[in-house]
């Protein structure tokens, strides 16, 4: 896991509730995904995975579809519009490796990795590289989702523009 990942296998209702640096809808995604994750007893189906029980968080989701293969990449599906009016360009239909090819040095690329690979939810803070001025970082919550027999099918991702400084991540790894 790369140093500025920080993979939340700490699978609690309420876990951002407590951390008032957050927006709302970060706080109602996870838990919602928690209880899916609780009812299914491990990564949610994409199929049961309804973003209308979470309205707070659409403006705020990117949902990823993961691309198998020999070399794994993720294909953007759906944007929300508080997402794509701070995009330089429409991502909607296009790859990871298209949008953003500097695999090996980002933050993002690794954060995508992790969510897939440990099938745990991930939090990382990025440096914000857009068009809207003030705003300084993105918080991102990775959210694994499956599909019957595929592991990890998809990644809901949960967007915070923000202008403070992002929260640390990768310095600690929680347990269940």
Same mark, same amino acid.
């Given at each position: 896991m790369g140093s500025d990942v920080l993979c939340l296998d700490r699978?609690?209702?309420?876990?951002?509730?407590?951390?008032?640096?957050?927006p709302r809808y970060f706080g109602n995604a996870?838990?919602?995904?928690?209880?899916?994750?609780?009812e299914?007893?491990?990564?949610?189906?994409?199929?049961d995975f309804d973003p209308m029980a979470i309205t707070d968080a659409l403006p705020h989701i990117i949902l990823t579809e993961?691309? #198998?293969? !020999? +070399?794994?990449?993720f294909r953007f599906k759906v944007y929300g519009d508080s997402i794509?009016?701070?995009?330089?360009?429409?991502?909607?239909?296009?790859?990871?490796?298209a949008v953003h090819p500097n695999k090996g040095n980002s933050s993002i690329w690794a954060?995508?990795?992790e969510?897939?690979?440990?099938?745990?939810?991930?939090?990382?803070g990025v440096p914000y590289v857009g068009a809207i001025p003030?705003?300084?970082?993105?918080?991102?919550?990775?959210?694994?989702?499956?599909?019957? #027999?595929? !592991? +990890?099918?998809?990644?809901?991702?949960i967007v915070d523009f923000d202008n403070r400084q992002p929260v640390a991540a990768g310095k600690t790894r929680w347990s269940r």
């Open positions: 699978l609690v209702v309420g876990f951002f509730a407590d951390l008032p640096r957050f996870w838990d919602y995904w928690i209880r899916l994750s609780n299914r007893e491990g990564v949610p189906l994409k199929v993961v691309i #198998g293969g !020999p +070399v794994r990449d794509d009016s701070r995009m330089r360009r429409a991502y909607s239909g296009k790859t990871l490796s954060a995508y990795e969510a897939v690979d440990a099938a745990c939810p991930v939090l990382i003030g705003i300084r970082y993105t918080m991102e919550l990775y959210l694994p989702l499956s599909s019957e #027999g595929v !592991p +990890v099918s998809h990644v809901a991702v």
